[in-house]
Structures are given as structure tokens and as C-alpha cells.
């Protein structure tokens, strides 16, 4: 009887998997130390953690890392076709990630000259964000998102407050005084725990930048890169309407001149994250609706 009740018991508890394209796993170790999830959901396939050969049918598929590989073609088509609801998670499955930087005419060309070598699957021209192939009822981005995100994700992503922006989750002030004439760059200087880092001489995008994982990064000192993605504000704008908001902000805190300013925000720090912003607002496929982002 015991047997049977507990049966009864997990056939009603949500089922969801976890489809890891190509990426580094960042997001699955986040998602497993959002440890509350343990008691509410039942996780059905994660190649981190669990042997099982193909996604089951669930009832949420979070999909991590981007389409690399003609094997994440297969894997993304297949997994979604048993899935209730499909949420697409970090920077990887969203715009590509790290290996869209990748995308370099040799390179491509060395890789698919080289064919012929079955052990390791057929590269694709360039890395594709999932939502490319498959249709997305959730974008959850970050690089990782955080443990609290995953969890909102999985239980209520409408009841998450995800739409303000790092900078009111930050607490840091903002001074007329002292504006900066220079950049100090990311690992220099001391910095104080109470004035906002641009205040300080840093580059900090927190005020363009998606909130809701409660500013980590920039409570410990370290300045916002952007890997959450466009505030509601930008989420819908060129890439020229949320490149002028960022510079609007450092034009008014510091005297930084303005080849500088372009400088560092092309710079390695920045770059991989502000790539992204532009991806939201569609280019060649509709943008993707802020409603669907948390």
C-alpha cells in the first residue's frame, strides 16, 4: 500500500530535464545548488548528473548552451517535442555565448575542412542561439542565472520582480562628485563598498542591464558586464538605442572622453554580454517579447 501511495506521489509531482548543448555547465551547477527544487520537482535527465540516454516526457525543458554541433541540432529538435513547456537558460542557448565569439572565417573553414574525423561531431558554420530551431515559452538569461532564478523559473517566473535593473538591486550611491577622467579597468584600485562603481572610475553597465539576480557582482565590488541581457527598456531597441543609453549615463557620472568610453565597451569584459543586447531586438526574426523574459 505504501509502495502504491508513494507512486501516486511522484506521478503528480512536475516533471522536468535539463538538455545541455554546447556550453561549459556553469548553469547546471547553479541549478543544483538552487537545492528547493529537490522537494517540488522531479528531475528526469541531466547528462551532469544522470545516465539516461534521451529526454522522457516533462513537463518543463530547460535547455543550456547553444547549438554548436549538428548533434545539438538532433538532440534540441527531439527533446522539445516531449516537453510541455520550453525555457531557454544563460547567455549560451540565448545568444550564442562564448563560442559566438568564435565565429572567425579560418576557423570555421579549418573545422569543417576536417570532416572526416568522425569521433568528434561535424561543426556548424557558426554557434546559433535554440531559439533559431525551436520555438521558446521562457528566456531565463545570465551567465549563470542565479540559483534564485532557476528556482523562479521552474515555480512562478510571472511573480518574479525581474523588470528593474542591477543598479536599483545594488544600493550603491550615485554622486554628482568626483567624476572620473579615466577608466581604472577591472582589477584595479580599492574600492568603496558604499558609492557606485562608475562614480569610481569603473565600467559598469548595471543601469542598461537586466535585474532580478540581485547584484552579486556588483555588491562585491565587481562591475556589471551585462550578462543578464537589456533592461525592459532596451529589451526591444537596436543596438543603437541601448549603445546610446549606456554612453548617456557615463557622458553625465565621469569626464571620460568619448574614445575611451567606445574602448571599454568593446573591450573583452564587456563584449561577449553586449553582443547579446542587440539579439533581443530581432534583426532578421521578430524581437523577443519582454514578456517571455525573466
Not at 540516454?53 to 547553444?66: Q, R, T
Not at 558609492?195 to 569610481?200: A, E, G, R, Y
Not at 549606456?246 to 568593446?266: P, R, S
Request: hydrophobic share 35%; glycine share 8%; proline share 7%.
Amino acid at each position: 500500500m505504501a509502495e502504491k501511495i508513494n507512486n501516486q506521489e511522484e506521478n503528480t509531482v512536475p516533471r522536468f530535464a535539463v538538455l545541455q548543448l554546447s556550453g561549459c555547465a556553469g548553469c547546471e551547477v547553479s541549478l543544483l545548488n538552487a537545492h528547493e527544487w529537490t522537494e517540488q520537482f522531479k528531475l528526469t535527465y541531466m547528462p551532469l548528473v544522470s545516465s539516461a540516454y534521451a529526454v522522457p516526457e516533462v513537463d518543463i525543458l530547460l535547455i543550456s548552451g547553444g547549438v554548436r554541433t549538428d548533434e545539438d541540432t538532433y538532440h534540441l529538435k527531439n527533446a522539445v517535442k516531449n516537453a510541455k513547456k520550453v525555457v531557454a537558460v544563460g547567455t549560451c542557448a540565448i545568444s550564442g555565448g562564448v563560442a559566438n565569439l568564435g565565429n572567425r572565417d579560418e576557423v570555421r573553414q579549418l573545422f569543417l575542412s576536417r570532416q572526416d574525423r568522425l569521433e568528434v561531431p561535424r561543426m556548424l558554420p557558426r554557434s546559433r542561439p535554440v531559439d533559431d530551431l525551436v520555438s521558446i515559452d521562457l528566456y531565463l538569461p545570465g551567465c549563470p542565472p542565479t540559483p534564485e532564478l532557476f528556482m523562479a523559473a521552474l515555480t512562478n517566473p510571472a511573480g518574479y520582480p525581474a523588470s528593474m535593473i542591477v543598479c536599483q538591486e545594488c544600493g550603491r550611491k550615485k554622486l554628482k562628485e568626483p567624476k572620473p577622467d579615466h577608466f581604472l579597468g577591472f582589477q584595479k584600485g580599492k574600492v568603496d563598498p558604499e558609492i557606485c562603481l562608475i562614480n569610481q572610475g569603473y565600467a559598469c553597465i548595471g543601469t542598461s542591464t537586466r535585474g532580478g539576480c540581485r547584484a552579486p557582482c556588483t555588491r562585491a565590488g565587481h562591475p556589471c558586464v551585462g550578462c543578464r541581457g537589456p533592461s525592459n527598456a532596451l529589451i526591444e531597441k537596436d543596438s543603437q538605442a541601448w549603445l546610446e543609453a549606456i554612453q548617456k549615463v557615463f557622458h553625465g557620472m565621469t569626464n571620460i572622453a568619448d574614445e575611451e568610453l567606445k574602448e571599454a565597451l568593446l573591450s573583452p569584459q564587456l563584449a561577449l554580454f553586449l553582443f547579446q543586447f542587440s539579439d533581443y531586438a530581432g534583426g532578421n526574426k521578430p524581437p523577443r517579447p519582454k514578456e517571455k523574459v525573466l
